[in-house]
Each structure stands twice: as C-alpha cells, then as structure tokens.
DNA sequence: TTGACATGCAAGTGTCCGCTTACCTATCGT
DNA sequence: ACGATAGGTAAGCGGACACTTGCATGTCAA
C-alpha cells in the first residue's frame, strides 16, 4: 500500500503526469500525452502514459471514470496527505 | 534533488532505516544493522545498509558526523516537510 | 456498416537498482 | 606493533522497471 505510493512518486515522468492532473483535471490519455509532449518537452509514447496512469492508478493517487469511448483521469491527493508525517512527527512505528 | 528524494524513499528498507533514525538517532552503521536484523527481521548485510545510508544521505535525509572510527547518522526530515504540496496545494509549477 | 478514433493487452528489450562478494583503509586497545 | 573493530571501494549478478512494438477491442460519426 505505502509500498505502492513511494514507487509510483518514484518516477519523474509520473510525477509530471500528477502536475498535469493538478492543474487540470478530467484529462483524457491523448489530452495527458499531447500537454506532456508540448508543455513540458516530453517525447514519451501513448503506451508508456497509458502504463504510468496505471500505476498512479494502482497507488491510489489517480481515478478514472470511462465515458463512451472517453476515459476521464482525475487526481485523488488524498493518500499524499500525511505521506511524511511518519517521520516528521515524534516517532510512531509504521509498516513499510 | 526532488528526484533524488522520491528515489531514496522507493525503497522499503530505506523507509524502515528513517524509521529507525527516527526512533534513535546518532547510530552507527553496525548498529543500524543490528536492529534492522533484530528488530524488523531483515536479512541484510553491512554493505547493503552502507549503500542506502549513502543513496539517503545524498537525498539530504540524513546527515552523517564522523567521530575518530565511528560514524554517528542523523535523521534530517526537513527534506519531507513540504513533499506533497506540490499537489496537495492549489496548483503551482514545480520541476520535475 | 465502415472507417476513424480512443484505449487496452502482451511480448520483447535495454537499463537501472539492490545486493553480494572480495579486498582495502583507518582507528583504537593491549 | 599487532590484532580487532568500524567503515569504504569496486566489480559482478539477477531482477525490476520504463519503454517500445504490434495487435486487439470498443465506440462513435457519416
């Protein structure tokens, strides 16, 4: 779960997907694709956007809702909320 | 550097190293080996654990003082402090 | 219905990463 | 000085991962 979270933020690629829903939400994968691509320089395939939503999907960090031949991607910061909390509060134990 | 922070937390053991720093700080090497083979049961060898201290102090996590054949690290979780703001706050442009 | 569009699935590839193994350096006690 | 202790360096291996390539599925407009 945690395990999850730390890897899918492991990847800059995905972390700029995460800025991208951010500033917009709703986007679908060619509307990712086309911002990643112009906005921040990035020459990266569908298929490889497609398998990094999967894995912020994975983490809880993305949810999708399908619309017709749509599928609308949203950003969920829930589970980034008190991500560190587990070392920059007086120590608690936490399972990695 | 931010991804130097994200990569250093991927890592499970590395989380569970912070957690250590966290409860007791100023260890040394051997005795973060110590207690990660007693205390979380994992089977790791002295350079394993060399190796994460550096890939952690190179993310600024931890901060290392040497004192004539000891080297006592630190927990420093500044770093973390505002890790997640980047999305948690209302969008603002930050560097992958 | 047919073609264009939006997405999904899966195998293959190259690279990075965590770990081991083996050896080396430095500091302290006796 | 010598051995023991604490730590550092570097090469090599196996697995995970990001990405590509190729094909399949599903939806909509004309």
């Known amino acids: 779960m945690a ?8 990847d800059a690629t995905r972390r700029t ?6 500033e917009r ?10 911002r990643l ?9 569908r ?6 939503l999967a894995v912020l999907e ?4 993305v949810v999708s809702r399908r619309e017709g031949r ?4 949203d950003l969920d910061a829930a589970p980034l909320e008190h991500l560190a909390e587990r070392w920059t509060r007086p120590h ?5």
């Open 3 to 10: 395990d999850e979270l730390f890897k899918a933020l492991a």
């Open 17 to 22: 997907i995460l800025d991208e829903l951010a």
């Open 25 to 34: 939400s709703g986007q679908t994968l060619f509307e990712i694709c086309t």
């Open 37 to 45: 691509s112009q906005k921040h320089g990035l020459a990266i395939s």
């Open 47 to 52: 298929q490889a956007v497609s398998q990094h």
């Open 58 to 61: 994975a983490a809880g960090l």
């Open 70 to 73: 749509y599928k609308f991607h």
């Open 92 to 96: 608690r134990e936490d399972t990695a």
